[in-house]
């Protein structure tokens, strides 16, 4: 298959880790990835300008967020990624389980909320009553339920890699970025109900939102082994690699499959602490709240029970 349609040669020298961050820009990732910093730090700026804090740590989550985007698909990393599966892996992983999580964490939406202005004119829709509009539609409720969120998760695995889609995807450029904007699509609707910070029409309990997690994470495991146990190579782009990479197809399988299995593990722990600290969070804030309330009515609720239980006492004798 000939991959010159990405920027590259078929000659490409062995991979080592230093010539793979070579810088090798996709033009659409390139642009994607400074508008999105961009427009971040116009909200940021705009927060700061009228008084308003926002979060230092959100912001530094944001920018690595995007900053690993750009390193998987603005490196030679993407150029070996054409022809050599287990560096394909590592874009996959990063793109669609990492990337999305440090985003959401960057609270994208909040900022976009508190910083766009708002219609002045009464009945007029601005940019802000847009968004609003949108997170609160049907279609951001089918898309953020974890009845859609999981089995697309999935089969952007299954469905993707043992069919004949993926092949066609790798054969242009044009479908090479759609499938890696398809991954970071789908990384960050199955996360965004699950661990992310801004508003969304789905948001169960914290729970529930572990069991999504674990719904989700032991198919990434098991697609792994799959690739790792397979006795010839399953995927007919990277069957036959340039012979200047000096690599066995069935050996870059195996490792690519290594990777898929060890990287699930990963997002896992990074969201299951993320969901620790806003669940002590949330309880810290409901705790203020109802010592607060406890201050303005003179802690009514705890001398009604106290009178509830003398009254107990006083039948009882």
Not at 14 to 27: K, Y
């Amino acid at each position: 298959m000939d991959h010159s349609g990405h920027g590259m040669t078929m000659d490409l020298p062995p991979f080592t880790l230093g010539r793979g961050l070579e810088w090798s820009p996709d033009p659409f990732f390139l642009v994607a990835c400074l508008v999105g910093l961009g427009l971040y730090g116009w909200g940021v700026v705009r927060l700061a300008r009228r008084g308003d804090k926002w979060s230092a740590g959100r912001a530094v989550s944001f920018v690595i967020g995007v900053l690993t985007v750009m390193l998987v698909m603005c490196t030679r990393l993407n150029d070996y990624g054409m022809v050599m599966f287990s560096v394909h892996m590592v874009q996959h992983m990063v793109i669609s389980m990492l990337s999305p999580i440090l985003i959401l964490l960057g609270a994208p939406i909040t900022l976009a909320l508190r910083a766009l202005p708002v219609a002045r004119t009464r009945g007029r829709k601005g940019p802000r009553e847009l968004l609003l509009m949108f997170l609160h539609s049907r279609f951001m409720r089918i898309v953020t339920h974890p009845a859609f969120t999981i089995p697309l998760f999935i089969a952007s695995l299954y469905a993707l890699y043992f069919s004949p889609i993926f092949d066609f995807l790798m054969g242009s450029r044009t479908g090479h970025a759609a499938m890696m904007c398809h991954f970071l699509a789908v990384g960050l609707v199955f996360f965004w109900p699950i661990m992310g910070v801004d508003p969304g029409p789905h948001r169960p309990g914290y729970l529930l939102r572990m069991l999504e997690l674990f719904a989700g994470m032991p198919f990434h495991a098991f697609f792994g082994i799959a690739l790792m146990m397979a006795s010839e190579p399953m995927v007919q782009t990277y069957k036959n690699p340039p012979a200047s990479l000096g690599i066995d197809a069935l050996a870059d399988q195996n490792a690519a499959g290594g990777i898929a299995w060890a990287f699930s593990e990963i997002p896992s722990v990074l969201v299951l602490l993320a969901l620790l600290f806003q669940w002590y969070g949330s309880e810290q804030r409901q705790a203020r709240r109802t010592d607060r309330a406890a201050d303005r009515d003179g802690d009514k609720e705890l001398a009604a029970y106290n009178a509830y239980l003398a009254a107990l006492d006083a039948r009882g004798r």
